[in-house]
């Protein structure tokens, strides 16, 4: 679940990304819809007013990434924390259309895009309160700032993106052909 955190926060905040402005979507709920299927294959069609409030959560979520990226667990902790408490997350096992029992992480009854919150942050506690808690980051290229979860092997992940790594390598390599 914590690759529906990256997917919402990437797809769904304003900033910048890979370079380029994130320019406001002209229509919400299909670029809200594109951004869950990415990670969440299948998901239904979103309606404005649910892609209205998962631009919210998104927005919550990302004080999560930006507060590990500067080492302030503390933010990040109590940031989660609250998005578990709002969205009244807890966990329970449960049954449906035919699929074997399977964690859910919200209660019954809550919006959608309350429900993928509670399930973001359930998964964003998860990994604060475990060994990898620094493995949340915000990319570090120029002119982005996109999130990210490190899961290589030795934690040294710094980009978003190939794409980003690819331009940091290029700029240094001129910065080195200027000097040299
Ligand atoms: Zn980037």
Redesign the pocket.
Known sequence: MVHVAVALVNGLTPGE???RAVTPPGDLAVTATETLRSAYPGHREVAAEEARELVEIAGRLRVVFEAVARDDMDTAALQVNAVLHDTRARPMLERHDGEPWHLHFHGPGGTMAGDWGASCATALAVVLGGEFADRLGV???PH???VYVDVSRNGTRR???T??QN?VKTAAFRARGRVG
Do not use: L, N, V
């Open positions: 990304s890979r370079g990319c570090t290229a982005c700032d996109r980009f978003c993106s794409a980003c331009r």
